[in-house]
């Protein structure tokens, strides 16, 4: 699993050149498509990385008091908040060179 953490992904809403986008595929619409498929992925390592945390300070009482005493869950919490958004990390890996795909349409049978 990538570490996520010290990624170069922007916090907030950035600009993007649609040329630097679309250049390693020729295409924009397989770019995003890419880049939307490894947003997902990110997506599930985070949650999964987040959930196993969150159970190491799980505490399996039903008292209501519990609730509010269990700052360990919200400081990791509010860690994960402060992260980028996946589809941040996805294309900062994507212009990064980062990211391996394959292009199905293309047919490598012919290399030598």
Do not use: C, G, H
Not at 24 to 51: C, F, G, H, W
Not at 57 to 81: C, G
Not at 87 to 104: C, F, H, M, S
């Amino acid at each position: 699993m990538k570490d996520y953490k010290n990624t170069e992904a922007p916090d907030s809403t950035v600009t993007f050149d649609k040329n630097k986008i679309e250049e390693p595929t020729q295409n924009i619409y397989k770019a995003i498509a890419i880049m939307s498929r490894r947003a997902s992925q990110v997506n599930e390592d985070l949650k999964s990385e987040l959930i196993d945390k969150l159970e190491e300070f799980a505490t399996f009482n039903d008292s209501l008091e519990e609730v509010f005493e269990n700052k360990e869950q919200i400081e990791v919490s509010r860690f994960y908040e402060r992260l980028p958004k996946p589809t941040a990390i996805a294309v900062q890996e994507w212009l990064d060179n980062e990211i391996y795909y394959r292009d199905p349409e293309i047919n490598n049978d012919n290399l030598d």
